[in-house]
Structures are given as structure tokens and as C-alpha cells.
């Protein structure tokens, strides 16, 4: 059975830290294209940081750049989330997805349409609030 399971989401003050961390069963992430993605209440679900797991290209959206980093730890099958300087704009449910390259040739890809088009495997979610 395919599982993605995200932990370390919690309550932190304004410029706060947090790390997520999203760990997978049932399959591999060599050939996956891999997000963090998030959901506001009230508003649609939509893609933070992302990574393919062959060579390690990166992307991010403009409001977490320089803020938040994304990697992978494939011996351990696990996807990271740091997030530095935390701000109340970056509160909500956050969800790791995963789906073949063969659908996402790029972390761009994955990160800008993947909500559009589809994810194969999505977590349950990590709630991070960050109060003001």
C-alpha cells in the first residue's frame, strides 16, 4: 500500500522555524517528481517547493524563496520541508504529493500545474500556524 505520512507541523511565533517531513512506504522516490504544497482556508490547494528526487533541481514559489528549502533523503525515502522566517501569510495545511516524472519532467512542472492536472500519492496534511 502507497502512504505518504508528513509530521512537524505545529504552532510558531512570527520569524519561527519549522521542518516538515514527509515519509513514504509502498514505492520509491527515484523517479518521482516531489511537493510541498499548501492549503489556506478558503482558498485552493497550491504548490510551495518542489524536487525531483534523480538530480535534485529545485523550485519554489516567489513567497518562499530564500525562506524555505526542500530536499530529499532517498535512503531513508523521506521529503524535508525547512521553513525559516515563518510570517501568518504561511499558515495552513501542508501536503507532500508525489507522481512520476513521466508526468512531471520538472520541479517546476510538479510545483506550478500539479494541483491542475492531478497528483498520483498526497499525504493527510501537517497544520502549521504562525502566530502574529
Known amino acids: 500500500e502507497v502512504q505518504l505520512v508528513e509530521s512537524g507541523g505545529g504552532l510558531v511565533q512570527t520569524g519561527g522555524s519549522l521542518r516538515l517531513s514527509c515519509t513514504a512506504s509502498g514505492f520509491t522516490f527515484d523517479d518521482y517528481a516531489l511537493g510541498w504544497f499548501y492549503q489556506r482556508p478558503g482558498m485552493e490547494r497550491e504548490g510551495v517547493a518542489s524536487?525531483?528526487?534523480?538530480?535534485?533541481?529545485?523550485y519554489y514559489t516567489d513567497s518562499v524563496e530564500g525562506r524555505f528549502t526542500i530536499s530529499v533523503d532517498t535512503a531513508q525515502n523521506t521529503l524535508y520541508l525547512q521553513m525559516n522566517n515563518l510570517q501568518p501569510a504561511d499558515t495552513g495545511v501542508y501536503y507532500c504529493?508525489?507522481?512520476?516524472?513521466?508526468?512531471?519532467?520538472?520541479?517546476?512542472?510538479?510545483?506550478?500545474?500539479?494541483?491542475?492536472?492531478?497528483?498520483?500519492?498526497w499525504g493527510k496534511g501537517a497544520l502549521v500556524t504562525v502566530s502574529s
Open positions: 504529493g508525489a507522481d512520476s516524472t513521466h508526468h512531471y519532467g520538472t520541479a517546476r512542472a510538479i510545483g506550478i500545474i500539479g494541483t491542475r492536472y492531478g497528483i498520483d500519492y
Open positions: 524536487t525531483l528526487a534523480a538530480d535534485g533541481s529545485t
